[in-house]
């Protein structure tokens, strides 16, 4: 059973639920404040766009939930992001531009190269219904 496991609802306030529950997980484990920090912002970024565009296909999006379990293996930190909204597969996104003017770039793509960047390894599946992304991070 992995260390922390959160059912989180679709409102923007379980984001600070989550930011606690990170902080104790954290503590538990001897992570350094810099990655939980790090591991939080991936986290909130996952959510959001779950919660922003998960709905469709018919969906409430008062029924949309995302899971997460994080436990520490092996030097890693080793986690899983699953919810019920909408299949999508997020690695699929292409890198964003990042040259030009602020005003003239396209909107989206950063959140993901984020999540790419701040974890070692991400890998997408859609299983039972649910988008899941497993994250690993080396510890250390």
């Known amino acids: ?19 606690i529950a990170l902080e104790d997980f954290g503590l538990r484990h001897q992570l350094s404040p810099d990655l939980v920090g790090e591991v939080n912002l991936v986290l909130e970024e996952i959510v959001q766009n779950v919660n922003d565009h998960g709905a469709g296909d018919g969906r409430d999006p008062g029924g949309l939930r995302t899971w997460i379990e994080l436990d520490v293996v092996d030097g890693e930190l080793r986690g899983q992001v699953s919810d ?52 690993r991070r080396r510890i250390g």
Do not use: C, W
């Open 1 to 19: 059973m992995p260390a922390l496991r959160l059912e989180l609802v679709n409102d923007v306030n379980e984001l600070d639920r989550l930011a």
């Open 84 to 135: 019920n909204g909408r299949a999508f597969d997020p690695l699929q996104v292409g890198d964003p531009s990042t040259d030009g003017p602020l005003e003239q770039r396209s909107i989206g793509g950063l959140g993901v190269k984020l999540v790419r960047t701040l974890m070692d390894e991400v890998a997408y599946r859609h299983e039972g219904g649910r988008n899941v992304l497993a994250l």
